[in-house]
Each structure stands twice: as C-alpha cells, then as structure tokens.
C-alpha cells in the first residue's frame, strides 16, 4: 500500500526481499511505514513492527487511526466504534515491539516466536550493533543491513528498514540513491527495493510527498509518483 506502489513493484514484496524507505526528518516516513504495514495487516498478514523511535502508545494509536478511518479525537470519543473497525480490518495480525533501541538477535526471538510474514524496523540506525549503538555510523547500519537481509532469506519475510535520508536531501522533491544516510554503496547493495521520500515546503502544505523507486530489482520501474498523505489518520490516500 498505496495500489500506487504495488503496481510499480510488479505486484508487491515478495518474501525473503528487503526494502528500504528513507527520507529526512519529518517528510513523514514512519507515516508510510505504517501505512504499508496497514496495507498487509487487511489483506490477513502477520507483520511484526519493530519501533524504537517513537513512543509505544502514539505509534499503537496511529495504527487505529489507519485501519479505523477515526482520528485521535473521534477514537477516544467512541472507542468502541474504532475497537471494531481496526479488529475488522486485520489489527490482531499486529506484533508491535518497542525496543529501546533494539538488537538483531531480539528481532530473531521474535520473528521465531511469532512467523510473521513482513518485519518493519523504524528505525535501523538507532539499533545496537556489537560494540553499542554508537558503533560508527557507516559500519554499523551496513552491518545491520546485511544481517537483516540474511535474516529475511532465512526466515522467508519481507523486510522493510526505514532510514534517515542524508542531510543533503532536505527540501528536494526527487531523491536518489547516494541520499541514503551513513552510506554511497554498502546499504544499497543489500537491497532489492530502495524508496526515497521527497518534499519541499510547498509539498508539505499540501501533504504531498514524491515516492521516489530509486532501486526496483522487482521490476525494474524507477520512476517517481506524486502520493497524498493524511496525518490525522496515518495514511497516504
């Protein structure tokens, strides 16, 4: 999800796959994560996200917001209402795990404990990686992304990293694939799918955001689509 990217990506993930979302702060990448996320939760898979961005309560919430159709405010009015929308629309197929910040061998307990068919990791970087989380940046999230791929491939899920884009790529509406954060080659080449996100201050007024594919081994489209976003609900219309 969106049908936008679906039909780009030859008909979707496909496990054993890894993908990465980035984009700079507050383009709204957790937003699409979620939104993703929500796309397989309705179609019945289990997807286990992994968040240690942001707080437990806030992300869990943006969750009803997507699969409910009901905003903060209209949830807390009629909780029940919102309970029944997001159980119908596939929520119990959710694993959330806040890690603080979280490690490669916590994800494997629980993709072991739990099966799930895609795992989202919001945010990769933040993660421990042998030495603590303040591993140099460039050795540490290509180490990861390497661990991560081989992980999908032994487990069969869709992996979807999300990542900060490079300092570079704040107020550029097409971003390509050097604008990765910590990395020009190593991250990139652990990955079948690369999705930047771009968006300029007029962008941002009309909540409109550039899906950039700027790696697409599924099928080889790279072209840049206009998405419209709606923050009140966590979802890209």
């Not at 999800?1 to 990506?9: A, E, K, T, Y």
């Not at 289990?46 to 159709?69: C, P, Q, T, W």
């Not at 307990?109 to 989202?120: A, F, G, M, R, T």
């Amino acid at each position: 999800s969106p049908q936008s990217l679906n039909d780009r990506l030859d008909g979707g993930l496909i496990a054993g796959s890894q993908t990465i979302l980035y984009a700079p702060t507050e383009v709204g990448k957790s937003l699409i994560a979620i939104n993703m996320a929500c796309g397989f939760l309705r179609d019945g898979r289990k997807v286990l996200y992994g968040g240690n961005e942001d707080a437990a309560a806030s992300m869990i919430m943006r969750f009803h917001n997507n699969l409910s159709a009901m905003n903060k405010q209209q949830i807390l009015g009629n909780p029940d209402l919102a309970k029944k929308r997001a159980y119908m629309k596939g929520i119990e197929h959710l694993v959330y795990q806040d890690m603080a910040p979280g490690s490669i061998a916590e994800v494997r307990k629980l993709v072991e404990e739990h099966s799930p068919e895609v795992v989202i990791i919001d945010q990769m970087a933040n993660m421990e990686w042998k030495g603590g989380r303040d591993a140099s940046g460039t050795e540490k999230i290509t180490a990861l992304s390497a661990a991560f791929r081989a992980m999908a491939k032994e487990y069969k899920f869709a992996s979807i990293l999300v990542h900060q884009a490079s300092a570079d790529a704040y107020g550029r509406v097409v971003l390509d694939k050097s604008h990765l954060h910590y990395s020009n080659v190593g991250v990139q080449g652990q990955m079948d799918v690369m999705i930047g996100i771009g968006m300029d201050a007029t962008m941002e007024q009309q909540n409109r955001r550039n899906m950039c594919l700027t790696k697409n081994k599924l099928s080889g489209d790279h072209s840049v689509f206009p998405i419209t976003v709606d923050p009140a609900l966590s979802r890209v219309l």
